[in-house]
């Protein structure tokens, strides 16, 4: 007894010590699970004032799941609540963790319901990591063909085709673009609130650089260059009021020309008299324009108005024509946006017309 009862007690020591480690494993994923399992609603979020104006919001959240998950704080291990998605949703984004990002989120689209929650990257796409993926580049809202207007038709196909390319591709191209390139003439100058045009001696006023009242608005023009083949200044007219923007063209000896303007930054093809230029559609999507010149009278004629519904141009100047019928353009999603300390991420397009369509 004196030798089997120490026994007894060190091998129930033993056993309690070996048990210990497992049993309270199991305890914590008991707890985990049941934390998980547990029941939440949207009153156990955080309640915050919601987004009454899109441009305080860092950036957008965007997902293809028919569900995604709410967690009331940045873990995994956190409780959450799994949401439908629903199509009229907005995930306002604020702040990015290592696995999370936390978002505002009106409930049933009522801001004075709002909430903060954390959602997995994972389950999301950030405004500024878009890509042209799964994004119909032919789609248009309307178009207008040899002043026929159209907005029945939603797809580009019936004027040619629009592609992504590689970056590569767009570099290559861009060696042999057959644009006419704008130049800045030494003779216009900015004297005081004004531009002047002070060729031979003589000072000719052209228009007032900034504040200049009208019945449109208040506008501002900034010089953009000399057009060699059009024979004009070059000038973009803004308008505060409006929030657009027009490329307006000048002759010293003859002011401005009323008949001949684009909506974006001009790409001319001096070989076959073709005006046209790109950008971003105050609504939707970007615009697409061409129009056919007449130096004769410097006039132009509308040939072709598009607007695209799944993309942005980056920047009017970085479109280019390859030749008479290839486009090329770096572009964005309409839904991308960059944020602090994010950029876009940039792609390129190519647009193809049709050879028979003019």
Known sequence: MKITYPF???????????????????ESNKAKAAHHDSVITFADFKKIKGVDNIQEVPFQLFTKLDSVRFYVAPNKDSAYLKVPYQKLDNYYGFEEFDDFYSIHFSINNTISNSIEAFVLKSE????????????????????????????????F??????????????????????????????????????????????EIKIQQYENLPTEDGLLSYQYIGYSPFLGLEVFR???????????????????FSMDLFTSGYPHTIPSINRISSISNNNDTGSDFMMAQYFPETKKQINQLYVNFTG????????????NHDTFYAEVYPTTSTPAKNKKQKASYIKIQLKISLF
């Open 157 to 202: 196909t019936q004027y040619g085709s629009v592609e992504e390319v590689t970056a590569a591709e767009y570099h290559e191209a861009l060696k042999s673009k057959a644009d006419e390139v704008l130049i800045k003439n030494p003779h216009i100058i900015l004297k005081g609130n004004n531009w002047i045009s002070d060729k031979d001696g003589r």
């Open 311 to 322: 993309f942005k141009f980056s920047d009017e100047k970085k479109g280019f024509w390859m």
């Open 237 to 255: 007219e803004d308008n505060q009021d409006a929030n657009n923007a027009f490329y307006t063209f000048y002759n010293p000896k003859e002011g």
């Open 124 to 155: 999301f796409t950030a405004s500024f990591d878009l890509t042209l993926k799964g994004i119909n580049l032919n789609e248009i809202r309307s178009s207008t063909y040899r002043e026929q207007t159209d907005f029945n038709n939603k797809s």
């Open 8 to 26: 007894l007690i060190s091998s129930l020591l033993v056993s309690t010590l070996a048990c210990n480690p497992q049993d309270k494993k199991k």
